[in-house]
T-cell receptor
């Protein structure tokens, strides 16, 4: 059983469109992170959400943590080709100091 | 910010040989490092937790005798893929946790692409 369910798995859109990626779980987490990874590189941290209902914005990216801290979403407004990449949500499911566990990821392709 | 490096960035080897991958924390100390494996178009899967001065902890299904981990110093962990086979071809990524802070932030290396012929 996958701890984090991400959807959609693949997304191909045109420049200027909006999109939302979802990360869901049946477990409650103290925090949740979103990463972006480009081919051949390590993942880069975009944001950490901590409080239930929290909304964080990073330019055209809006991240929301569910009220119950079981799910999160990433919304991109007016997508650009530079947004292309693999988007991953991740949590620390075990005690502090242990490894991040990742969702299956969403591969986004934005064409001009 | 904290930087983690990996060496080599890519390696090609023959089936049956062993390959060593290094993971270094460049400007912080890391008592704990983590090794992940990523197949094409898939997510990162945790392989093992590397603890400085003690044995690594492996995830279920990961062969400890095949993937040897050594964490001999506070800034270096190595992953050796022994008797590599084509199915071991993958992208290996390490991460390190800064021992000097109370946060759970992990810093990721750039990855190592292993191709076994």
């Amino acid at each position: 059983t996958q701890l984090l369910e991400q959807s959609p798995q693949f997304l191909s859109i045109q420049e200027g469109e909006n999109l939302t990626v979802y990360c869901n779980s049946s477990s409650v987490f103290s925090s949740l992170q979103w990463y972006r990874q480009e081919p051949g590189e390590g993942p880069v941290l975009l944001v950490t959400v901590v409080t239930g209902g929290e909304v964080k914005k990073l330019k055209r990216l809006t991240f929301q943590f569910g009220d119950a801290r079981k799910d999160s979403s990433l919304h991109i407004t007016a997508a650009q080709p530079g947004d292309t990449g693999l988007y991953l949500c991740a949590v620390f499911p075990r005690q502090a100091g242990t490894a991040l566990i990742f969702g299956k990821g969403t591969t986004l392709s934005v064409s001009s | 910010g904290a930087v983690v490096s990996q060496h080599p960035s890519w390696v090609i080897c023959k089936s049956g040989t062993s390959v060593k991958i290094e993971c270094r924390s460049l400007d912080f100390q890391a008592t704990t490092m983590f090794w992940y494996r990523q197949f094409p178009k898939q997510s990162l899967m945790l392989m093992a937790t590397s603890n400085e001065g003690s044995k690594a902890t492996y995830e279920q299904g990961v062969e400890k005798d095949k993937f040897l981990i050594n964490h001999a110093s506070l800034t270096l962990s190595t992953l050796t893929v022994t008797s590599a086979h084509p199915e071991d071809s993958s992208f290996y990524i390490c991460s390190a946790r800064d021992s000097g802070t109370s946060t759970d932030t992990q810093y990721f290396g750039p990855g190592t692409r292993l191709t076994v012929l």
